[in-house]
């Protein structure tokens, strides 16, 4: 199906796994984003990515890693995680630039223990 | 300070009123988006605007550049209107997507 699709939307692990949340989108959107929502907070920016081999951090990137080999694909990697980093992880993309509308996948809750 | 706040932080109100929910912002901004989050968890954009008005069905977006704020108003809220809307502001320095914490709205039959 065509969209922005999240996996694995649930996801229990222990402190200092890694961990691996997949995001694809099929619509060969240029940028793509990631973003946790805790709450008490709005939507913040860990990473996103103008194009395939491009990434730039956003305001909390401590903690991931993402790549972007495939312009469909936008993998975020928790190295070692943190109970800090229990949150729900949103992935998102855009069509024509950074001023685009966006399009939001349906989140991955991970719970860190 | 946020640079971004939304108001109320929560609203509940009964089926077929007017609903108001604002947006105010102390930075300078290239576009102003609200979007929708239904209880379920998944985010929808509404609008995106940089200047005057838009209409989508009973909803309407109006920001003031000048005043740094805008609004989203629904006409004939219904209960499936019940949902948290959040206006992001895009900062013309960054191009970084500044999010307000939400407003949760509850509509009543």
């Known amino acids: 199906d065509a969209g922005i699709t999240q996996s694995p939307r649930y996801k229990i692990t222990e402190t200092g796994r890694q961990v691996t949340l997949m995001c694809h989108q099929t619509?060969?959107?240029?940028?793509m984003f990631w973003y946790r929502q805790d709450l008490g907070h709005g939507l913040r920016l860990i990473y996103y990515?103008?194009?395939?081999?491009?990434?730039d951090k956003g305001e909390v990137p401590d903690g991931y890693v993402v790549s972007r080999s495939k312009t469909e694909n936008f993998p975020l990697t928790l190295e070692s995680a943190t109970r800090s980093q229990t949150s729900v992880y949103f992935c998102?993309?855009?069509?024509?630039?950074?001023?685009?509308?966006?399009?939001f996948g349906e989140g991955s809750r991970l719970t860190v223990l | 300070k946020n640079e971004v706040e939304q108001s109320p932080q929560n609203l509940t109100a009964q089926e077929g009123e007017f609903i108001t929910i604002n947006c105010s912002y102390s930075?300078?901004?290239?576009?102003l988006h609200w979007l929708q989050q239904h209880p379920g968890g998944g985010i929808v954009s509404l609008f995106m605007?940089?200047?005057?008005?838009k209409k989508h069905g009973r909803l309407i977006a109006t920001i003031n550049i000048q005043e740094k704020h805008s609004s989203l108003h629904i006409t004939a809220s219904h209960p499936r209107d019940s949902a948290v809307y959040i206006c992001a502001v895009l900062m013309d320095s960054n191009y970084q997507l500044i999010w307000g914490a939400g407003t949760k709205l509850i509509i009543k039959p």
């Open positions: 930075v300078g901004i290239s576009a």
């Open positions: 998102a993309s855009s069509d024509t630039s950074i001023t685009g509308e966006l399009f």
């Open positions: 619509w060969s959107h240029s940028y």
């Open positions: 605007l940089s200047s005057g008005k």
């Open positions: 990515s103008a194009a395939a081999d491009i990434t």
